[in-house]
C-alpha cells in the first residue's frame, strides 16, 4: 500500500510489467476497505500521510484543509461490520465526568491537494 500511495497507479503498475511480485490494485483497493475506520484518530491513515509526504516536493505539498463540526443525533447502535457498538465519544477525547458517554457532534475533514490528487 505504501509503494501504491508514493508512486500512484502509473508507477505502480509499471513496477508489476516488470515482473516485480506486487499485489493488483484491485487487492491493494480490498486491503484499504478492510482498514480499520473506528471513530478516533485514524493513525493508519496517518502514517499512509506520513509516507506520501517524504516522495512529495514542496510545492506539491501545498493543500486545503475543510473542516465541520457536524451535529449528530445521540445513539448506541451496533455496527454489524465492525461487530462492535457505536455512537459513545472517542476515548482518546473523553473527558472524566462527562454528564453523557454518547457523542453528540462529530468533526468531518477533507484534505485535498492544490497541485496532486
Known amino acids: 500500500m505504501q509503494l501504491r500511495c508514493v508512486l500512484g497507479v502509473t508507477g505502480y ?5 516488470k515482473n516485480y511480485p506486487l499485489p493488483t490494485l484491485r487487492t491493494l483497493c480490498y486491503r484499504f476497505e478492510n482498514l480499520d475506520f473506528m471513530p478516533g484518530i485514524l493513525t493508519t491513515i496517518v502514517d499512509l500521510l506520513e509516507v506520501k509526504l517524504q516522495q512529495m516536493k514542496p510545492e506539491e505539498r501545498h493543500c486545503v484543509l475543510a473542516l465541520d463540526e457536524v451535529q ?3 445513539a ?3 455496527d454489524t ?3 462492535r457498538f457505536l455512537g459513545t465519544i472517542s476515548p482518546e477525547l473523553r473527558k472524566e465526568n462527562v454528564g453523557t458517554p454518547y457523542a453528540r457532534h462529530a468533526l468531518c475533514f477533507l484534505l485535498k491537494g ?3 490528487k
Not at 13 to 17: A, I, Q, T, V
Open 13 to 17: 503498475n509499471l513496477l508489476r510489467e
Open 81 to 83: 461490520t465492525l461487530k
Open 76 to 78: 448506541l447502535e451496533y
Open 72 to 74: 449528530i443525533e445521540q
Open 114 to 116: 492544490m497541485s496532486t
